[in-house]
């Protein structure tokens, strides 16, 4: 079996799902979560623990969604955000983060993103991925 806190593909589930690019630098969370998505008809591709490999895999994928930590070791999830705002900007930024302040959600809105606590349950992570802007078929 692969290792899924690398690059998972998940296939088999329905077309109705995001595609998604996860960024989150924590090995058994980002893991968990390729599963919760993976199990709710999502389709991981990629998922990657740094700034760096989040914009590359971003802009490469063009992704329904990315789910983004704001605390990686290369930097600001909330920075990364805003730079892929203006480079793709019909991607999807959800800010996954383990300390949402009053700051962090003023910069996140400035820069279009949605703010979903990790404190939450993976329904409300689920949630917001559901209720995404749908892209117009080309």
Same mark, same amino acid.
């Given at each position: 079996?692969?290792?899924?806190?690398?690059?998972?593909?998940?296939?088999?589930?329905?077309?109705?799902?995001?595609?998604?690019?996860?960024v989150?630098?924590?090995?058994? %969370?980002?893991?968990?979560? !390729?599963?919760?998505?993976?199990? $709710?008809?999502?389709? +991981?591709? @990629?998922? /990657?623990?740094?700034?760096?490999?989040?914009?590359?895999?971003?802009?490469?994928?063009?992704?329904?969604?990315?789910?983004?930590d704001?605390?990686?070791?290369?930097g600001?999830?909330?920075?990364?955000?805003?730079?892929?705002?203006?480079?793709?900007?019909?991607?999807?930024? %959800?800010?996954?983060?383990? !300390?949402?302040?009053?700051?962090? $959600?003023?910069?996140? +809105?400035? @820069?279009? /993103?949605?703010?979903?606590?990790?404190?939450?349950?993976?329904?409300?992570?689920?949630?917001?991925?559901?209720?995404?802007?749908?892209?117009?078929?080309?």
């Amino acid at each position: 079996m692969s290792d899924p806190g690398t690059r998972p593909a998940t296939e088999g589930h329905p077309a109705s799902g995001a595609t998604i690019v996860l960024v989150e630098d924590h090995d058994q %969370l980002r893991t968990l979560l !390729v599963r919760v998505l993976s199990g $709710a008809g999502h389709r +991981v591709v @990629a998922a /990657v623990d740094t700034a760096r490999e989040g914009e590359q895999e971003v802009l490469a994928h063009r992704p329904d969604v990315a789910v983004i930590d704001n605390q990686l070791p290369d930097g600001l999830g909330v920075d990364l955000c805003r730079r892929l705002a203006q480079a793709a900007p019909e991607v999807f930024l %959800l800010l996954h983060t383990g !300390v949402a302040t009053e700051a962090l $959600a003023l910069q996140a +809105v400035q @820069a279009g /993103v949605v703010v979903v606590p990790k404190a939450t349950r993976a329904d409300d992570l689920l949630a917001a991925i559901g209720d995404r802007p749908r892209r117009r078929p080309t």
